[in-house]
């Protein structure tokens, strides 16, 4: 199930959490979320993109639907900071060890704190980004959490 090996999908197998890979080719478009729930034909509500963000100065990560945008001041109250703002590109790919468009919430190069939106709660799967462009995990949200040591709380706008 680890498929072609990432540091996210290593971590998975490692820590024996079931899940699927899915792979799809990746075209030159930006909207990476909106690509895989199109590719895979999956619900865009349980595709979600891994955001990193600066909250007061830390790299935190967002982990918010494709359909939605980070509420960064949702995000600053939800890891008690006051500021919020979109970490650099390439700061980001530096710290977590993935480009964008692949930003993986598992496995990163350094553990960020991590906040997923409270809507993936309810789901039985969701889907995110496996640490490369065309390449998506689905897992329970739980152990999403657990393994990213993640918190939920509503971070997401439409």
């Known amino acids: 199930m680890a498929g072609k090996g ?3 999908t290593a971590l998975l197998a490692k820590a024996g959490v079931a899940h699927r890979v899915h792979t799809y080719e990746h075209g030159r478009g930006a909207a990476y979320g909106l690509e895989a729930v199109e590719a895979l034909g999956i619900d865009a509500g349980s595709v979600f993109k891994t ?4 909250v007061d100065g830390t790299l ?8 939605a945008m980070l ?3 949702a995000l600053a109250a939800a890891v008690g900071g006051k ?3 979109m ?7 530096r710290t977590t060890g993935y480009v964008a ?4 919430p598992l496995g990163q190069r350094k553990r960020l704190p991590t906040v997923v939106d409270a809507s993936a709660e309810h789901l039985v799967t969701m889907f995110c980004s496996g640490g490369r462009r065309g390449l998506e995990i689905e897992l329970a949200p739980a152990d999403l959490a657990r393994l990213a040591q993640a918190t939920f709380a509503r971070i997401a706008t439409t």
């Open 71 to 73: 509420d960064l001041k």
């Open 83 to 85: 500021r919020a703002k």
């Open 60 to 67: 935190t990560v967002g982990v918010v639907p494709v359909s």
């Open 6 to 8: 990432t540091p996210a």
């Open 101 to 104: 468009g692949g930003i993986s």
């Open 87 to 93: 970490a650099d590109v390439a700061v980001a790919e």
């Open 51 to 54: 955001l990193v963000a600066e």
